[in-house]
Structures are given as structure tokens and as C-alpha cells.
């Protein structure tokens, strides 16, 4: 009788804020135990190490001569990621990255090339991917409620009131800019939602007044026409930030709110076969909003509302498109209000977690891969560039932006 396997012993390097937050949120994780916490601060790392009662080591280094170490949590700033990763996975580890994965794609693509020489997994914190409105937008495309999006937009004003002048977030040498250490997170939703690699972008980048830049926009082209549109700001207070996602598949919109979403709000016209489908949605709430690792915390919601013949039954035409589309049909899908972004936040970081736990134990891909921390990184480099150049630059996949 084969018993249940070892669990996946994990070493954090890092121990700032963020790392206490994941650590809490990965907290009983099945299949997971922390094994050691280093930092090049001693305080730093004896302080979280007591706090899980784990030893406090000086560095990476040190984490790896530990036998009990099969995983490495990177959680430094963006410019360390590709080295300590690499360094990782030459050590035999699997790594659970911080985006970005690297802060270029040169070293972005050393580091997957390095996880499929290695074969050992990958995972990049993309929490987009865990979250559970996203992957029921994914479920209801693939199941043809949706049509897949034409359009992808994503307007981020975004608080700056914890990054003074002197912070790392506003050097590119530590951060790869805005575009890089925060971006990267949408250009990967983005993607999973489109369902393909960006080919070219179009950027603009605007600095304040005697300070660095704090805003970026970019039109990123998929294949097939269809185009994404990023704007990021750092410029507000937090009771003043605003994020918005906005999906247009043609004959339906979808809105979602909050850079950690939340809530979810579908317009949509369809036929007889359609607004029965999604009259049943709301019975398969759980299954829709299903994530493994994601633990729902039971307010979760799923609305929907059919009104019957409300545009009538004469033939609707979009971009050359007949469709006999009678009925609107609104849906809301509510986790559980703005009260519970710090909820939802932890949770799809938990369930980022799992996903190394299930990949390792099984054998399979993990959902935010080291080709999925690629792909964002070329495309927010190439956004840099065409930011600074004011130029197009198509997105390469192996050593930087043309």
C-alpha cells in the first residue's frame, strides 16, 4: 500500500511584507510544509522565522544545503528573480516565483529554458489566474455563452501614497518600471482570456512633474484583431483607486471591478437556446466559480436575469455578423463585495501555491507557468521600449523587444 506522498518542503528568500502575506495565506496548506525563511537581514528573517517557527537563514545559498528544501519561494524585489530562480532550478528545486518572472525577456526565457532543462516545475505568481471571476469568464467562452473577446481593456488608477520618492518600485533598474513590476499581471490575464500571444504594441508613458513616470498606457495587438488596452496609474490616494476590466465579445460585455476582482457584470443578447443556458448558471455556481486551492468563504453570488424578446426578432449585425439575438440576458457575479478583496487576494495566492503542490505530486503543468511569466515579461518590455522610442515594436519571445 503506496502511502500519501512527502509533502513539498518550501524555503522563502525574502522576508518582507509581501512574504508574511503569502506565508499567512498558505498557512495549512495540504501537502505543503515551510521548511526555513532567509533574508540578508537577520532581523527580518528571525522575526518571520519565529513567527512560523522555522530557522532564519542568511540567504538563498543557505537555503539550499537544506536537504528538507524542495521548493524555493522567491518574494525580493523584481531585478533578483531570474538569478535566485535559475539558481534554484540548477540546485534541483521548483520554484514559486513573485511576478515578474524576470524583469527582461533575455532572462525571462533563460529562466523557462532553465525550468524545462531542469525538469522541475515553475509557477509564477499570476494570481489573475486563480481568481475565481476570471475563471468563470474562461469556463462560460469555452462553453460558448461567451463569444471569445474582440476587445480586452484595463484601466488601473492605482494608489502611490506607500511609495515615496526614495522606493524601489520607481527604479527600472530594481523594478523594470511600471510596465514590468505591475503590468505584467494583466498582459497575463489578458492573454488566458484571449487565449493567445500578443504579436505588437503601441505605448506611452508620462512622468509627473519633476518625478518619474507614473502613468503608461498600451494598445497590445492579439492575432486575429483583437486588441488590448492597458492603462496604469500610480497617482491616487487608496480610498481613490479605480480599476476596471472590460471584455467585449461582440454580442456581450463583460465588467469586472477591482485589480483583485470581485465582482463581475455580464450584458449579453442570445437566442432561445442561450437564455435557457443561462438561466441555469446560478445551479452551477460552485462549479463555475471553482478553483482548487481557492477555499470560497460561502457569500459568494451568482445572479442572472432573462428578459424575453427585449430587442425583438428581426436579425442583429455586428462587424458583419447576422445573429437572431431576442433576449438580454444580465448576470452578476458577486464575491462577496469589496470587504473581501483581502480575502480573495490570499486566496488565489493560496490556490497559487496549490497548483506547485498539485504539479509537483502529479506530474502535471501548473496553470501560471514559466512560459505564461514569459510571455508577460516580452510584452511589457516591448512596451517599454515602444514607450521610449514612441515606435511599434513587435513582441519577441526570446531575448527582448525589437
Not at 537544506?66 to 528545486?93: C, E, F, K, Y
Not at 475565481?132 to 469568464?137: K, Y
Not at 514590468?180 to 490575464?189: I, K, N
Request: glycine share 10%; net charge negative.
Amino acid at each position: 500500500m503506496t502511502g500519501a506522498p512527502a509533502p513539498v518542503g518550501v524555503g522563502l528568500v525574502g522576508c518582507g511584507g509581501f512574504a508574511e502575506f503569502v506565508l499567512d495565506a498558505v498557512a495549512g496548506l495540504p501537502g505543503l510544509r515551510l521548511a526555513a525563511v532567509a533574508d540578508p537581514s537577520r532581523e527580518r528573517a528571525e522575526r518571520l522565522g519565529a513567527r512560523h517557527g522555522v530557522p532564519a537563514l542568511a540567504g538563498l545559498d543557505e537555503l539550499l544545503t537544506r536537504d528538507d528544501v524542495s521548493a524555493v519561494l522567491i518574494a525580493t524585489p523584481p531585478a533578483t528573480h531570474a538569478a535566485m530562480a535559475t539558481t534554484a532550478l540548477r540546485a534541483g528545486r521548483h520554484v514559486f516565483c513573485e511576478k515578474p518572472l524576470a524583469t527582461t525577456t533575455e532572462d525571462a526565457a533563460a529562466v523557462a529554458r532553465e525550468a524545462d532543462r531542469a525538469g522541475r516545475v515553475l509557477v509564477v505568481d499570476h494570481v489573475l489566474r486563480y481568481n475565481p471571476l476570471l475563471r468563470a469568464v474562461r469556463r462560460l467562452t469555452d462553453r460558448g455563452l461567451l463569444a471569445p473577446p474582440r476587445r480586452f481593456l484595463f484601466e488601473n488608477d492605482a494608489s502611490d501614497e506607500d511609495l515615496g520618492p526614495g522606493h524601489w518600485f520607481w527604479d527600472p533598474e530594481h523594478s523594470g518600471g511600471i510596465f514590468v513590476e505591475h503590468g505584467v499581471h494583466f498582459f497575463d490575464a489578458a492573454r488566458e482570456l484571449i487565449g493567445s500571444d500578443p504579436v505588437s504594441v503601441r505605448a506611452t508613458a508620462v512622468a509627473r512633474p519633476g518625478g518619474p513616470v507614473d502613468m503608461v498606457s498600451a494598445d497590445v495587438v492579439h492575432p486575429g484583431g483583437v486588441l488590448a488596452s492597458h492603462l496604469h496609474s500610480f497617482t491616487h490616494a487608496h480610498r481613490a483607486e479605480r480599476q476596471l476590466m472590460r471584455l467585449d465579445h461582440g454580442f456581450a460585455e463583460t465588467r469586472i471591478s477591482g485589480w483583485i476582482p470581485v465582482r463581475a457584470e455580464i450584458s449579453a443578447w442570445t437566442d432561445d437556446e442561450g437564455a435557457r443556458s443561462w438561466e441555469g448558471i446560478p445551479e452551477e455556481a460552485g462549479a463555475l466559480l471553482a478553483v482548487d486551492g481557492f477555499r470560497p468563504h460561502g457569500e459568494e453570488s451568482v445572479t442572472v436575469r432573462v428578459e424575453r424578446d427585449a430587442g425583438g426578432a428581426a436579425p442583429a449585425r455586428g462587424r458583419g455578423e447576422p445573429r437572431t439575438v431576442p433576449h438580454h440576458v444580465r448576470v452578476v457575479v458577486d464575491l462577496g463585495g469589496e470587504a473581501r478583496k483581502p480575502y480573495v487576494y490570499a486566496q488565489s495566492v493560496r490556490a497559487a501555491m496549490a497548483d506547485l503542490v498539485r504539479a509537483v505530486s502529479e506530474g502535471t503543468a501548473p496553470v501560471a507557468d514559466a512560459r505564461s511569466g514569459l510571455s508577460a515579461v516580452a510584452v511589457a518590455e516591448a512596451a517599454t521600449v515602444a514607450a521610449r522610442t514612441g515606435r511599434d515594436q513587435a513582441v519577441t519571445y526570446d531575448g527582448g523587444a525589437a
